[in-house]
């Protein structure tokens, strides 16, 4: 099928919020399949989808392929007005995506040899295709590839250091770029201008300790909050200084941050053009614990019952599809219906089956369905080669993954 997520469908407004509803709903949709079964409620998406304009405040939306990893979900949201263009992970999947989108940013620097050649002998693709960089070393690498007097001129953007280096605290957010203030990112840009081959079009700064930190789980938020706005003042003022700097050296198109958790602060930022989100669109369960925005669970996998060990245990075959990030609870996939399941402390997810604990195993049996929410959203697509689209209680179509494409990026 073609998904469109541009008409509406007559369904109750936010069916999501009646769980029993909902989860049952879904689960007739695919009781005719067997599992395991990943689905994406296309009500749910189209909520997100267009909730995520709401909150960009008509600042476009760049979507992170990373977080869907579903050609067909990825085409439906760019033809939503308020989307444009594509944030991708590996410079093999941008060469891929190039060919039928016009506008992709490597999000990662890339010294993939073979993908560097592809790019510089394919003409189309490299004025399709934006590198990013925060090393001069980087462009080494592309030289070593396809000399400059071989190639086509690369277009390349700048990731800067979006980071806190607080007072007290020392760095607070993600290690990305060495590149931190504005005489470094302007020091880089220079190098840049200077070296034949290249042109510098952009700007890229993500502020993870704002969009990657929920701010509403428990005791630690009025911390977490104190410290997203001490980072978020610090951060519109340098980036607005890198900016300026970079305007001195080189016309950008695009100043580019934010992610899902943080597009309202990000969109404020009268020095970015473009934000960028993906995983608010499938919503894995990390994005429930914000205050500015509660999304609707659209993507979502059923394993089933296949043994008891005891009365109030029930054991689903596979489960273990651990989201990256630090091993702990919560990269663990969620059960989320029946309700008040729960992992076992010594085995959690497992790769092959995982007990679940709880009053509703006590009814739970053989061949029944346990439905779980992925705590990302990208990595789902990595396990299944397919995406089962429901509407309510309908099974309305599929939409294959990378994997079901062949596909195998990172």
Known sequence: MSLDLLSPTPVAAEPWTDAAAYWRARTEAVSSLSGPVASIDLDALRYNALDLVVRSSGVPIRVASKSIRVREVLDATLALAGYRGILAFTLPEALWLAETHDDVVLGYPSVDRAALAQLAADEAAAARITLMVDDLAQLDAVDAAAPPATRPVLRVAIDADASWRAPVLGHIGVRRSPVHDAAEVARLARGIAARPGFRLVGLMMYEAQIAGQPDATGSGDAVIRWMQGRSRQELVDRRGAIVAALRQIAPLEFVNGGGTGSLEITAADQAVTETTAGSGLLAGHLFDGYR???????????????????????????????????????????????????????????????????????????????????????????????????????????????????????
Do not use: N
């Open 292 to 410: 500015a925005f509660t999304p609707a669970p659209a993507a979502a996998f059923a394993l089933e019952v296949v043994r008891k060990p005891t009365a109030d245990i029930a054991t689903v075959l596979g489960g273990g599809w651990i989201a990256s990030g630090p091993p702990v609870a919560s990269r663990q996939p969620l059960p989320v219906w029946p309700a008040g399941l729960h992992t076992l402390g010594r085995e959690g997810a497992g790769e092959v089956q995982t007990p679940l604990q709880g009053e509703a195993a006590r009814s739970l049996r053989v061949g029944d369905r346990v439905w779980f929410r992925h705590a990302k959203s990208g990595e789902l697509a990595e396990r299944v080669d397919r995406y089962h689209l429901t509407r309510g209680a309908d099974l309305v179509g599929e939409a294959v993954t990378y994997r079901g494409e062949g596909k195998s990026f990172l």
